[in-house]
């Protein structure tokens, strides 16, 4: 069992910069593949990145590729979105999420664990 808390949401102008945390409990983060999701209202969740076990791996949704960074630190047991460049499109609720297995996904439906989610609002 895994419970994700994140954290550092909030309001701020277009090309601005805001740091997304998730912090996990439960024995199985550091051997578990995260992502990170968003949802803006009236759309599906999408994919924004996603980083395996060991943070050697990455990928991120080509709409955010060169202005977000996945990141963790397994010993804080948090994951990490780095979001640079912000634009007013970029405004959803940022979720992240875990598989219980070594690897992410870039499905929603293939992660066991869900975050309640953040709240980040661009202005333009």
């Known amino acids: 069992q895994v419970q994700l808390v994140e954290s550092g949401g909030g309001l701020v102008q277009a090309g601005g910069s805001l740091r997304l945390s998730c912090a996990a409990s439960?024995?199985?983060?550091?051997?578990?593949?995260m992502g990170w999701f968003r949802q803006a209202p009236g759309k599906e969740r999408e994919f924004v990145a996603g980083?395996?076990?060991?943070?050697?791996?990455?990928n991120y949704a080509g709409s955010v590729k060169g202005r977000f960074t996945i990141s963790r630190d397994n010993a804080k047991s948090t994951v990490y979105l780095q979001m640079n460049s912000l634009k007013p499109e970029d405004t959803a609720v940022y979720y992240c999420?875990?598989?219980?297995?070594?690897?992410?996904?870039?499905?929603?439906?293939?992660?066991?664990?869900w975050g309640q989610g953040t709240q980040v609002t661009v202005s333009s």
């Open positions: 439960g024995r199985t983060f550091s051997s578990s593949g």
């Open positions: 999420a875990a598989t219980g297995r070594m690897i992410y996904y870039t499905a929603p439906g293939q992660y066991d664990y």
């Open positions: 980083i395996n076990w060991s943070g050697g791996s990455t």
